[in-house]
């Protein structure tokens, strides 16, 4: 799961490099096969991503992590429901710190 929350991040990263780092139209106006993003776009498109990985990392991971704790504990299939509890927090608390850290 972190390798693929791992990737998830590292490719929004580098589109967001490669978006922050676009050259501008000054280099030839006239050649259409380059992509150029200039002023407001450049800007609005930088921002996009941003937001997109902040809910990504933020709000949609949670329930994800969540959820594979849920599933894990489950197919380990404790007696009591306090070992259940205390294994499950223990998952979610190992989840959340490998993906802050």
């Given at each position: 799961m972190t390798v693929i929350m791992l990737f998830v991040t590292g490719s929004l990263v580098h589109l967001?490099?490669?978006?922050?780092?676009?050259?501008?139209?000054?280099?030839?106006?006239?050649?259409?096969?380059?992509?150029?993003?200039?002023?407001?776009?450049?800007?609005?498109?930088?921002?996009?991503q941003g937001i997109l990985l902040g809910l990504i990392v933020d709000i949609i991971q949670w329930p994800i992590l969540k959820w594979f704790a849920n599933y894990f504990t489950t197919l380990e299939n404790y007696k009591s429901e306090e070992a259940y509890e205390k294994h499950y927090t223990i998952k979610v608390f190992g989840f959340e710190w490998l993906t802050r850290a």
């Amino acid at each position: 799961m972190t390798v693929i929350m791992l990737f998830v991040t590292g490719s929004l990263v580098h589109l967001y490099m490669k978006l922050k780092f676009i050259q501008s139209c000054d280099a030839d106006p006239y050649d259409k096969t380059q992509i150029c993003l200039t002023g407001f776009t450049r800007w609005l498109t930088i921002l996009c991503q941003g937001i997109l990985l902040g809910l990504i990392v933020d709000i949609i991971q949670w329930p994800i992590l969540k959820w594979f704790a849920n599933y894990f504990t489950t197919l380990e299939n404790y007696k009591s429901e306090e070992a259940y509890e205390k294994h499950y927090t223990i998952k979610v608390f190992g989840f959340e710190w490998l993906t802050r850290a």
